[in-house]
């Protein structure tokens, strides 16, 4: 069996405002914009994941929602995850660990550092960044997802919404 992680970098967040918390962010209208465009091109162009889990910050949860809304995925599906904001490799590599196995893909929208970080250590590939509103796809051959760990993956899609305009 092939696992497929999705990995989300939330889209462009509006500069924060005086007195506004970091998790407050929302997301600008190019944000949106580029979350729609990414959800599109997933619909299109890849199986949808069985499931979505996202940081609780609200970029990255507008960012889920909207790419769900593309992929016709019930936003009450959508799992928040406190820890993954503000998060390290091995938090983020938790989450993966933790996942159902009947899950075959899971979609991750993060957070950078960590969620490049994360890409580089499950390919050991020479991985610059996941661009706001960006994804990188990553396969997983025959293992649970208890199992995948440091160089276990293989780099499948890397796409960003300003690439590709017919989507």
Not at 79 to 91: C, G, Q, W
């Amino acid at each position: 069996m092939i696992r497929t992680l999705f990995l989300v970098r939330h889209a462009q967040a509006a500069e924060s405002s005086e007195g506004e918390k970091d998790l407050d962010r929302e997301l600008t209208s190019k944000g949106k914009m580029d979350a729609r465009h990414l959800g599109k091109y997933l619909f299109k162009n890849l199986e949808n994941p069985n499931i979505i889990l996202s940081s609780k910050a609200d970029r990255a949860r507008e960012t889920a929602e909207i790419i769900a809304e593309q992929l016709k995925f019930d936003n009450e599906m959508i799992t928040l995850h406190s820890e993954m904001y503000d998060a390290s490799i091995r938090i983020l590599l938790e989450v993966v660990n933790s996942l159902n196995s009947e899950f075959e893909s899971a979609l991750l929208v993060g957070h950078n550092p960590a969620i490049s970080y994360l890409c580089e250590y499950l390919t050991k590939s020479d991985f610059n960044h996941i661009s706001a509103g960006g994804v990188v796809v990553l396969e997983f051959k025959d293992l649970a997802w208890k199992e995948v760990s440091e160089a276990t993956g293989n780099l499948k899609v890397t796409f960003h919404p300003d690439e590709e305009t017919n989507v």
